[in-house]
C-alpha cells in the first residue's frame, strides 16, 4: 500500500508539469499574488483536499442523489469569478473583509497571512482542476465510482492530490515573488487589479469549457516530446502499479471459482439487503429480507435494465420462477443502476412492466447491496440454500444448465418433492461470431474512439468510413461522466461493427419524443434488418432505455451511422 502510495504522489508530480495544468494556473498565480505569504499554502492545501473530494466522493454524490455531474465545476467557477470581482474593485474588497475578517479575507489584505481565505480559494480550484487522467488517477475514479468510498482509496487519491499540489506550489511561490517585485514599482492597487481581471477571465473561459477544448487541443498534438505530454507512462504502466491498481477493489469472499463437478459449496452466510429504495412485485410494495425468506431457496440476481447482457438473461430467470416458485424457489433482482437515470422509480417499474418480470424486484440506487455482497458484475447470481449460506455464484450469462440443477439440488435439500421434470430453460444468447465489444459513450469509458470523447463542449470531425471495430462523434457534441449530447445539428455517431444485433442506450431531455435516424451502410436501414425500435429508418426516443437499431440475420460486418439531433443523449453501445 506503502508503494502504490508513493507511486501516486510521482504520478500526481509528474502530472503537474504537464501542458494539462496551464488552464488552472492564472487563477493558482493571481490567488497566490494577494494576501499574507501563507495564502499559497493555504490554496494548495484546499486544492489537495477537494480535489480528493472530487475523485473519490463526488461519483458516490453524483450517483446517490442525482447531482448533475458539472455541479461542482459550476460551484467553483462561480467562486472564482467572485474572488476575481473582489480583487478588481477595491471598495468592494473592504465590504466583504470586514464580517469576514476572522474567517477568511477575499482579496488583497494589507496584514494577515491570508491562509483560511487562501484554503477556500484553492478548494474551489480543486473541482475545476482536471488533468490528464493516467491509469492510477483513472483507477481511483472508476472504483470510487462503482464501490463505496475506502481508505485505501482515499490514501491513494489524497497521495496524487499531495505530488500535484507540491510542485503547484512550488509555481505559486515562484509566481508570488515575481510580482511581489512588480508590486513594488506599480502604483495604487494596478497589480490587484490585473490579477482580479486574470481571474475573472480565467472563470469565464472555464465557463465557457475552453480549459477543456485547450486540453483536447494538446492532447491531439503529437508534436509535442513525451515526456511533456505524459513523464510518467512508464511507471504508471509497470506490472508493478497495475497489480497495486488491482488490489484496490475490494474482492468478494463469494467470488470462489466453481465448475459444474464441484458441487455446491457452503460460501458463508449472505448479507442482508440493505439501505435500499422501492420494491416492486411484493405484496403492498412492501420490502423482503432473506430472514423472512428462511425456508424457502433465494436466487439474488444483480441487474440493471439498460444492460443487454441482464436483458438476455431474463427469459431464463422468468422460466426459472415459473418452474420453482411453488416450490419454494424465490428470485430477487436487485436493480443496481449504472446510469442516473435507472436510479428513477418510474423507469425501473416501467421495464418491470415491459419486460415481464413477475419475481421481486428492488431498487439498489446507493449500491448498499451491491457493497455488501462486495458484487462486481452485471448480471450476477447469488444461490442462496434455505439457512440463508450461498451456495453457488455465477458471473455475466451463460451456465443455465447448471443454474438450473443447483436450483433443484437446494430445492431437493430443503425438502422439496415432486419436482417437475427437467427441460431446456432458454435464454437469449449472443450471436456466435461476435466481434464488436460493449463500448461507452462518455470520457472515462470510451473505447475505440477514432478521437476519444473529452469531458466538456467540442467539435468532432467523425470519420467516412469507420473501420472494424471504429467509432467516431461527428459534430459538436457535449460529453459527461455518463453521457454524449449533440449540441447543435448536425452531429452522429459512426461505427464499424461485426454482430447480428446493435443497441444504444438513449435517452431524450424532457421526456419529449425526438427522431434518431439510423443508418446501416449509408442507407436508412431497411425494415428487413432493423431493430425493434427503428420504423422507417428512424427510432422515436422517448424513455431512457436501451434501443434495438440492427438485427440482422447472423453476425456480418457492416457500417452504422446515427443521427442524434440536440436534446437526445447517448450513453452505450452494446452488440449481440
Known sequence: MLLLMLFALLAGAGTAITPCVLPVLPALLS?????????????????????????????????GVGLASDAARYVAIAVLIGFGIVMLVPSLAVRVQAPL????RFGPKRRGDGFWSGVGVGGAMGFVCAPCAGPILAAVTAVSASSAPSLRITLVALAYALGLSAVLLLYALGGRAVIGRIRRVAKGHLVEQVLGVTLLLTGVAMAANLDVRFEEALARNTGLPSFLTNPTKSLESSSAVQNRLASLRPASRFAVRQSYHSGLPNLGPAPEFTDNQRWFNTPG???????GLRGHVVLVDFWTYTCINCIRTLPFLKA??????????EIVGVETPEFTFEQDAGNVSQAVRSDGIRYPVVQDNNYATWNAYSNQYWPAEYLIDAQGHVRRTHFGEGEYDQTDAAVRKLLQESGARGLPGTRDLRAVLPSSGLGTPETYLDAQRAQGFAQPPMRGVHSYPGVSSPALNEFALQGQWNVNSEAATPVSSPASIAAGFQAARVYLVLTSSGGVPRQVQVLLDGKPVPATVAGADVHGGQVTVRGQRLYSLVSLPGDEQHSLKVVVPPGVSAYDFTFG
Not at 426459472?320 to 424457489?329: E, N, V
Open 31 to 63: 490567488a497566490s499574488a494577494a494576501g499574507g505569504r501563507r495564502r499559497p499554502l493555504g490554496i494548495v492545501l484546499g486544492l489537495a483536499l477537494t480535489f480528493t473530494i472530487a475523485i473519490v466522493a463526488l461519483a458516490q454524490l453524483v450517483k
Open 101 to 104: 475578517s476572522r474567517l477568511a
Open 285 to 291: 410494495g412492501g420490502p423482503l429480507t432473506l430472514a
Open 320 to 329: 426459472l420462477y415459473a418452474r420453482y416458485h411453488r416450490y419454494g424457489l
